[in-house]
């Protein structure tokens, strides 16, 4: 048996949890495991500081606004859900206080080699933006 394992978590945080929160549950798994006092526990350095995660109500008038045209373009109904990524909305909604929700085409190979968005949901998220700004810019909200 070796005399050392390295192991790396990529452990998402959601809103109200704090990078001590999630030390703290690891090392209590790893005291239930009996390895209390063997594991030694790290945020990766970065030079960049950490993202904070966020959520923005489900009842708030950006959420319903574009739920109602999405289904208004697409007849559907459009779930809301965590979003497991961190990019710049992370920064505009935790240190700048702006709603911020995340949407748009499916498709394949997303930020890799040979990405594509289905064209048919392209045309549709593109009539969905265009509606919820419209509505947004109208003084509605």
Not at 13 to 38: F, H, N, R
Not at 96 to 124: C, R
Not at 131 to 136: F, M, S
Request: hydrophobic share 35%; charged share 25%.
């Amino acid at each position: 048996m070796p005399e050392k394992c390295y192991l790396f978590v990529d452990r998402y945080v959601v809103p109200g949890e704090t990078d001590e929160i999630c030390i703290a549950q690891i090392m209590e798994a790893a005291e239930q495991l009996g390895l209390s006092g063997k594991v030694d526990v790290r945020l990766k350095p970065r030079k960049s500081p950490y993202m904070q995660s966020f959520a923005v109500e489900e009842d708030h008038p950006l959420v319903k606004i574009l739920q109602e045209e999405f289904h208004s373009v697409t007849g559907k109904d459009l779930p809301c859900a965590y979003d497991a990524s961190v990019c710049d909305s992370n920064i505009l909604a935790v240190s700048l206080g702006i709603p911020v929700v995340t949407f748009g085409p499916s498709g394949g190979n997303m930020h890799g080699d040979n990405e594509y968005g289905n064209a048919w949901q392209v045309k549709n998220c593109g009539e969905v933006y265009r509606r919820t700004v419209a509505r947004l810019l109208s003084g509605e909200v």
